[in-house]
């Protein structure tokens, strides 16, 4: 009996002490396009703990760039990335989907990306550094979006 009691407290204390597999968060975004402009916005994205140093994230968002003559565009975000962590800090690679709502073609393109976060908590609090690598066309001109961006967000884990 005794071993049995002992062995459920060192796994309710294990249980306590692991970090969580998956995280949903929030964030906001400022984007410094090369072609379009300054641009900001709101995102969601879902990170999955694969092993204790490698994880995947994903994430879609909104961003609004204001274009010369007064005008805007919209840009949806479609994100996967595979990222390293080492403590508080990450860096990682991926791919999207840029979907604009101009004259503006869709594109394929990629971005490197590196942070770091604290967990407070039942919460964590998130920074990165991301440089997105996306060409697109409006008629027959290039449009280079490619451009750095700081992303400043919130977490949720749970199981």
Not at 9 to 23: Q, R, W
Not at 112 to 117: D, E, N, P
Request: charged residues 15%; glycine residues 14%.
């Amino acid at each position: 009996m005794k071993k049995a009691l002992a062995l459920g407290l060192a796994l309710v204390t294990l249980v306590s002490f692991t970090p969580k597999a998956h995280s949903i968060g929030v964030f906001g975004s400022w984007w410094n396009s090369n072609d379009i402009d300054n641009g900001f916005g709101l995102g969601a994205n879902h990170q999955i703990q694969i092993i204790p140093l490698v994880g995947a994230d994903v994430r879609v968002s909104w961003i609004n760039f204001d274009v010369d003559g007064g005008e805007s565009v919209n840009m949806f975000p479609f994100e996967a990335a595979g990222y390293a962590k080492l403590g508080l800090f990450y860096a990682g690679l991926g791919i999207g989907y840029y979907v604009f709502d101009s004259d503006i073609d869709n594109s394929l393109g990629g971005f490197i990306f590196g942070g770091a976060s604290v967990a407070l908590a039942d919460l964590g609090v998130f920074g990165e550094l991301k440089y997105t690598f996306v060409e697109t066309e409006i008629s027959t001109l290039k449009v280079d979006a490619s451009g750095i961006g700081l992303n400043l967000g919130v977490t949720l884990p749970f199981f």
